[in-house]
């Protein structure tokens, strides 16, 4: 079966760069969650979209935005980049299902960002 | 969503049963209870999804007692591959955000 695609999956920048990570999720799923997961941390909610529209919003710093696009693919958008900005990104999806509360997320293979 | 409370970390063999028990005191009516399981570098994955009483699947069993106040998480024969991060989620979630908070970290051993 079809998974939720990340690219890349690893990412080295340097400080003050910018990096964008990619997110396609799984076909017919409409709602797309990115989330943070620092080194020993636990995975932190960033932002997420529904049907290509800005749902919630979490600890995303403002130096981050993002969006989702027509096909439902999602880009999470970094700027000045800095060491602490260092994790695991993950990008989950959900299917279009009428919103039931059973409904799980799906969560892709990560991108791992290196900021030095 | 409600506080949840789990221990920080289990230690088991090849074979046992595990039983991973989390605690939410303050679980509102229309909430569910949901475990992931992670490994190291990997996405968190979704096991098992329980409302009340006792909800199994082909990997792991979920007893909810009548209260709701806690949940127990039951993996039998655990296999080394089996050595991951396992969270416990309580909210009526909708199209909302996971909000994890600190899981289990279970290491079996051979």
């Known amino acids: 079966a079809a998974g939720v695609i990340q690219s890349p999956r690893h990412l080295i920048k340097e400080k003050r760069e910018t990096a964008t990570l990619k997110c396609y999720p799984i076909p017919r799923h409409d709602t797309v969650y990115w989330y943070q997961q620092g080194p020993g941390q636990d995975p932190q909610f960033l932002i997420s979209?529904?049907?290509?529209?800005?749902?919630d919003k979490g600890s995303i710093p403002d130096r981050f935005s993002a969006q989702q696009f027509s096909d439902y693919h999602s880009e999470l958008n970094m700027s000045s980049l800095e060491l602490g900005d260092s994790a695991l990104y993950f990008c989950?999806?959900?299917?279009?299902?009428?919103?039931?509360?059973?409904?799980?997320?799906?969560f892709g293979p990560g991108t791992r960002l290196t900021v030095l | 969503l409600a506080k949840t409370t789990q221990p920080i970390s289990m230690d088991s063999y090849e074979g046992q049963e595990v039983n991973i028990t989390c605690s939410h005191n303050?679980?509102?009516?229309?909430?569910?209870i949901t475990w992931y399981q992670q490994f190291p570098s990997q996405g968190p994955r979704f096991i098992i999804q329980g409302y009340k009483t006792k909800v199994t699947n082909e990997v792991a069993s979920l007893f909810i007692p009548a209260d709701r106040k806690s949940s127990t998480l039951s993996l039998p024969r655990v296999s080394l591959s089996d050595t991951a991060v396992y969270y416990c989620?309580?909210?009526?979630?909708?199209?909302?955000?996971?909000?994890f908070g600190s899981g289990t970290r279970l290491q079996v051993q051979p």
């Open positions: 989950a999806s959900r299917s279009r299902s009428g919103g039931r509360t059973t409904d799980t997320q799906y």
């Open positions: 979209f529904y049907e290509k529209m800005q749902s």
């Open positions: 303050n679980i509102a009516t229309n909430d569910y």
């Open positions: 989620l309580v909210g009526n979630t909708g199209r909302r955000a996971l909000t």
